[in-house]
């Protein structure tokens, strides 16, 4: 869900979220994630000039109505107006009878897809196939802005199935500058779609629902399944993170967990606090909330090191370290094995100091310390006046709306079965998580997944629908590759590929021919995406089989269904 050029609130203390790809997080406030890769155009998304994407591709816009279900109350008051909905396009490597392929930009500004254009899957799709890459913007995000501000009332028309509209819309409707003399509209021209992460689960409702318009849908990490309660998002890092930091953050949490949770030890909890130098934030859920970011950095992790967020690996190893890597906390220790035994690991004081204290450094370095002003200001979920604010700049607003109203994805600590050790605190709940669904938008129930779910969930499945997964993604749990799901067989058709230590869309991604190496991309990356341009040439082999760009449209699947897509994968 969802590496996110970390949506940021107008506030200098969110300066500790702001590293390029992590979860989608409103302040200090656990959302749901999935911005992943949202660069802003503005953010620190440091390029070459001489191939920065956003001078290579000039943006271009097409007018689409707001309001596509003029039959749905959902979006009452109605409107006839129309907005400008941004896309990029490269038709270098055209051909005559080549298909489009729509890259669905999903919750972010398209500027931080057009990499993918240029080097990734779009790029190596358009290429194999003689095809036009796009990168089609959704809307509310970057600059496809259908309304004037993001208040409650005008947020009505963000819906997934408007924007679901809006990418059918631009199929039937384009017309590619410089190529006007060419009809490459659906259904005349074989569209297919790729999206990761929301956006994933974007284009496989696509496929399902508009199979006349687009031929074909590629969803990576597509998060089918809407959760409200998502507290299966640790669980890529429990089970296949380092196993001593886990076992480290498990402890950690749990003595945080046993003070501030039990009753008895209400008088422990503002040594707690006061250890981390988080003595004057008011709210214990809050200070549950601040210490807890660290683990979340699985999600952002990249085979590239150019895309790579290393936070992960800097808090394992910090976590797990036995050594003490922040000397100033020293004067700490006493507390420490204090809180360590009141917590219920008195017995492992030994081994526990040196963690709990380089915990306490690590939070300090990369959150307490940027904090030059009142704390609660700084960390705290419940601030009113913050939430009030909806002009075009609070872009903040626009994934939280989608998942108070529809998504859900809810982080937890308290979802986590109770024979089970957290990864963060229980009292990272449902109604912790919620907050700013109520006081954003007035939205006091839970979010409305079945809404989402019916277009198939966790078993979606459609001829040309390819599902392709990380083994670590944190968002595996929300897809058809989720652990303890039965294991499909794997077609041209319906290709079903986990990526072997993969995260999050990792086939989504690529770097230029000339800087190719042995093992890089990763074998098991170079494989999905050969995997990716051999079914969709099929696919493409179909379309022209079935009579199609000849005015015969459907849906129906083509003459390699039941072939095995390659083996190996
Ligand atoms: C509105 O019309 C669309 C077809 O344009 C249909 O798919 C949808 O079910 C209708 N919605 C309602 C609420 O009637
Ligand atoms: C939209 O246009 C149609 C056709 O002109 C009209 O009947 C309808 O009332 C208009 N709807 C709104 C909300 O303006
Ligand atoms: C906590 O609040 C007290 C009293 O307002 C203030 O003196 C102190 O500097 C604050 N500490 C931190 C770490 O913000
Ligand atoms: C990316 O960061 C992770 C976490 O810090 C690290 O384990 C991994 O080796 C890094 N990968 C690359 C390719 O730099
Ligand atoms: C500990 O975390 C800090 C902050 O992220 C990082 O700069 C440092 O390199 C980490 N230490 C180790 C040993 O990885
Ligand atoms: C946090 O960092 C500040 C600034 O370096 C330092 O003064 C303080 O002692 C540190 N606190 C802890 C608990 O390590
Ligand atoms: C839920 O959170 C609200 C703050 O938004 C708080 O007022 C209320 O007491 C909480 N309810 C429960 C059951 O914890
Ligand atoms: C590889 O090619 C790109 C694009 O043509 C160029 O910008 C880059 O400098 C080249 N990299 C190396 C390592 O030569």
Same mark, same amino acid.
């Given at each position: 869900?969802?590496?996110?050029?970390?949506?940021?609130?107008?506030?200098?203390?969110?300066?500790?979220?702001?590293?390029?790809?992590?979860?989608?997080?409103?302040?200090?406030?656990?959302?749901?994630?999935?911005?992943?890769?949202?660069?802003?155009?503005?953010?620190?998304?440091?390029?070459?000039?001489?191939?920065?994407?956003?001078?290579?591709?000039?943006?271009?816009?097409?007018?689409?109505?707001?309001?596509?279900?003029?039959?749905?109350?959902?979006?009452?008051?109605?409107?006839?107006?129309?907005?400008?909905?941004?896309?990029?396009?490269?038709?270098?490597?055209?051909?005559?009878?080549?298909?489009?392929?729509?890259?669905?930009?999903?919750?972010?500004?398209?500027?931080?897809?057009?990499?993918?254009?240029?080097?990734?899957?779009?790029?190596?799709?358009?290429?194999?196939?003689?095809?036009?890459?796009?990168?089609?913007?959704?809307?509310?995000?970057?600059?496809?802005?259908?309304?004037?501000?993001?208040?409650?009332?005008?947020?009505?028309?963000?819906?997934?199935?408007?924007?679901? =509209?809006?990418?059918? $819309?631009?199929? *039937?409707?384009?017309?590619?500058? /410089? @190529?006007?003399? #060419?009809?490459? +509209?659906?259904?005349?021209?074989?569209?297919?779609?790729?999206?990761?992460?929301?956006?994933?689960?974007?284009?496989?409702?696509?496929?399902?629902?508009?199979?006349?318009?687009?031929?074909?849908?590629?969803?990576?990490?597509?998060?089918?399944?809407?959760?409200?309660?998502?507290?299966?998002?640790?669980?890529?890092?429990?089970?296949?993170?380092?196993?001593?930091?886990?076992?480290?953050?498990?402890?950690?949490?749990?003595?945080?967990?046993?003070?501030?949770?039990?009753? =008895?030890?209400?008088? $422990?909890?503002? *040594?707690?606090?006061?250890?981390? /130098? @988080?003595?004057? #934030?008011?709210? +214990?859920?809050?200070?549950?909330?601040?210490?807890?970011?660290?683990?979340?950095?699985?999600?952002?992790?990249?085979?590239?090191?150019?895309?790579?967020?290393?936070?992960?690996?800097?808090?394992?190893?910090?976590?797990?370290?036995?050594?003490?890597?922040?000397?100033?906390?020293?004067?700490?220790?006493?507390?420490?094995?204090?809180?360590?035994?009141?917590?219920?690991?008195?017995?492992?004081?030994?081994?526990?100091?040196?963690?709990?204290?380089?915990?306490?450094?690590?939070?300090?370095?990369?959150?307490?310390?940027?904090?030059?002003?009142?704390?609660?200001?700084?960390?705290?979920?419940?601030?009113?006046?913050?939430?009030?604010?909806?002009?075009?700049?609070?872009?903040?607003?626009?994934?939280?709306?989608?998942?108070?109203?529809?998504?859900?994805?809810?982080?937890?600590?308290?979802?986590?079965?109770?024979?089970?050790?957290?990864?963060?605190?229980?009292?990272?709940?449902?109604?912790?998580?919620?907050?700013?669904?109520?006081?954003?938008?007035?939205?006091?129930?839970?979010?409305?997944?079945?809404?989402?779910?019916?277009?198939?969930?966790?078993?979606?499945?459609?001829?040309?629908?390819?599902?392709?997964?990380?083994?670590?993604?944190?968002?595996?749990?929300?897809?058809?590759?989720?652990?303890?799901?039965?294991?499909?067989?794997?077609?041209?058709?319906?290709?079903?590929?986990?990526?072997?230590?993969?995260?999050?869309?990792?086939?989504?991604?690529?770097?230029?021919?000339?800087?190719?190496?042995?093992?890089?991309?990763?074998?098991?990356?170079?494989?999905?995406?050969?995997?990716?341009?051999?079914?969709?040439?099929?696919?493409?082999?179909?379309?022209?089989?079935?009579?199609?760009?000849?005015?015969?449209?459907?849906?129906?699947?083509?003459?390699?269904?039941?072939?095995?897509?390659?083996?190996?994968?």
């Amino acid at each position: 869900m969802m590496g996110l050029g970390r949506l940021l609130a107008a506030t200098a203390c969110v300066a500790q979220l702001a590293s390029a790809f992590a979860p989608l997080t409103v302040r200090n406030l656990r959302l749901s994630s999935e911005s992943d890769l949202a660069l802003e155009p503005e953010g620190d998304f440091t390029i070459q000039e001489s191939t920065d994407p956003t001078l290579l591709y000039p943006a271009r816009t097409i007018k689409v109505p707001v309001d596509h279900f003029h039959n749905d109350t959902k979006y009452e008051p109605h409107t006839n107006d129309t907005f400008d909905l941004r896309y990029w396009f490269d038709a270098t490597y055209y051909k005559k009878g080549g298909p489009v392929i729509v890259l669905a930009a999903g919750e972010t500004s398209g500027v931080g897809r057009l990499q993918f254009l240029q080097k990734g899957i779009v790029y190596q799709l358009a290429k194999a196939t003689g095809g036009v890459g796009v990168i089609l913007e959704h809307r509310y995000y970057g600059k496809s802005l259908p309304t004037s501000d993001f208040s409650t009332k005008n947020l009505r028309f963000l819906t997934t199935d408007q924007a679901l =509209a809006d990418t059918v $819309y631009f199929a *039937k409707n384009v017309k590619f500058a /410089g @190529l006007e003399h #060419l009809d490459l +509209t659906a259904p005349n021209t074989p569209y297919i779609a790729y999206g990761g992460s929301y956006a994933g689960a974007f284009v496989a409702f696509l496929r399902k629902l508009y199979p006349d318009v687009y031929w074909g849908a590629i969803s990576s990490s597509g998060v089918t399944e809407a959760i409200y309660d998502y507290w299966q998002y640790y669980e890529a890092a429990r089970i296949y993170g380092p196993k001593d930091c886990v076992t480290a953050t498990q402890k950690l949490t749990h003595v945080v967990d046993n003070i501030i949770l039990n009753k =008895a030890n209400a008088k $422990y909890v503002q *040594k707690l606090k006061d250890a981390f /130098g @988080l003595g004057n #934030l008011t709210h +214990t859920d809050d200070f549950a909330n601040t210490i807890s970011f660290g683990i979340a950095g699985l999600q952002s992790t990249n085979w590239d090191p150019a895309l790579n967020d290393t936070s992960y690996g800097e808090y394992c190893n910090n976590v797990s370290s036995n050594a003490l890597l922040y000397p100033e906390t020293a004067r700490l220790e006493k507390d420490v094995q204090e809180l360590l035994t009141v917590g219920g690991y008195g017995k492992e004081v030994k081994t526990l100091t040196n963690q709990f204290l380089n915990y306490i450094g690590y939070v300090n370095v990369t959150s307490v310390q940027s904090c030059d002003g009142d704390q609660n200001a700084c960390f705290t979920s419940y601030d009113s006046e913050f939430y009030k604010k909806d002009d075009l700049k609070q872009t903040w607003r626009l994934w939280l709306y989608q998942v108070c109203d529809q998504w859900g994805f809810l982080q937890t600590g308290s979802g986590v079965p109770h024979n089970q050790l957290p990864l963060i605190s229980r009292a990272i709940d449902l109604n912790y998580t919620s907050i700013a669904c109520r006081e954003a938008f007035n939205i006091n129930k839970p979010s409305d997944v079945e809404s989402i779910n019916k277009y198939g969930g966790f078993g979606i499945s459609y001829p040309r629908l390819a599902i392709i997964d990380g083994e670590k993604d944190p968002w595996r749990a929300a897809t058809p590759h989720a652990i303890g799901l039965k294991d499909r067989k794997s077609t041209i058709s319906e290709p079903f590929i986990l990526i072997k230590d993969g995260v999050h869309h990792w086939d989504e991604n690529g770097v230029f021919p000339n800087e190719t190496a042995p093992n890089f991309p990763p074998k098991p990356v170079e494989e999905t995406q050969r995997a990716i341009k051999n079914f969709v040439q099929a696919w493409l082999q179909d379309f022209k089989k079935s009579g199609h760009g000849h005015g015969h449209g459907h849906g129906s699947a083509g003459v390699h269904d039941e072939q095995q897509v390659l083996g190996d994968l």
